[in-house]
């Protein structure tokens, strides 16, 4: 009993690190500061099919220079971790808290663009709590399951967003410039993704022999 118990000590604490890099921080702030490119493209693109496209080449190189990096900077220093079963539940869990975002926010996008002209402009104001609301829930998931307590302000950082950049447009008439309400968190997101990432190779020199933690059981 004891013996697994300082295992799951370990393994928390290497799971801790792997999200200690602030890289993903860092993918997360851009992932924000990206999110008006969509309507930068309806000019670009007038299909909509080639702005699909052009989006996910846009995001998938995000996601791949991410999954490099951390591969070129993480692994060198830390080693590679195989998670336990229950941490597999954990990291399966949120995976599917994220994929129900993800169609949630293509249902309320669709929704948003099928009623845009029809006048149900009160129903089009709840939007942006919907949105609020489903990134509390999902960032919050991530940051109780991944061990990573920073992740439950990021939640507000990204809901926000939608109610300051729709809200006063429809209640009151006032174009919030999306600049600034895109901009203002993703650079406090990429802020602290920055400076955990030069904390974590001033402290994590890279290693010369080979670490791995399996806390598969």
Do not use: C, Q
């Amino acid at each position: 009993m004891h013996a697994d118990t300082d295992l799951e000590r370990l393994e928390k604490e290497a799971w801790r690190k792997f999200y200690d890099d602030g890289l993903f921080d860092i993918f997360l702030g851009l992932m924000l500061a990206m999110m008006p490119l969509g309507l930068l493209l309806d000019g670009w693109f007038p299909e909509p099919l080639s702005r699909m496209l052009a989006l996910l080449v846009v995001y998938g190189s995000l996601v791949g220079a991410f999954t490099l990096l951390r591969h070129r900077f993480v692994k060198p220093r830390i080693g590679t971790i195989k998670p336990s079963k229950a941490r597999r539940r954990k990291v399966n869990a949120t995976r599917l808290a994220l994929a129900i975002s993800v169609l949630l926010g293509v249902i309320v996008l669709g929704v948003t663009v099928a009623l845009r002209g029809t006048g149900n402009a009160s129903f089009l104001n709840f939007i942006p709590l919907l949105f609020f609301a489903n990134a509390v829930v999902v960032f919050s998931t991530m940051a109780y399951f991944l061990d990573v307590p920073r992740f439950h302000a990021y939640g507000p950082a990204f809901g926000l967003t939608g109610i300051v950049l729709i809200l006063p447009r429809t209640l009151w008439g006032i174009e919030v410039p999306e600049l600034l309400v895109f901009g203002m968190p993703a650079l406090a997101i990429i802020t602290v993704g920055a400076y955990k990432l030069v904390r974590f190779l001033r402290e994590y020199p890279v290693r010369t022999d080979e670490v791995s933690l399996d806390g598969a059981r």
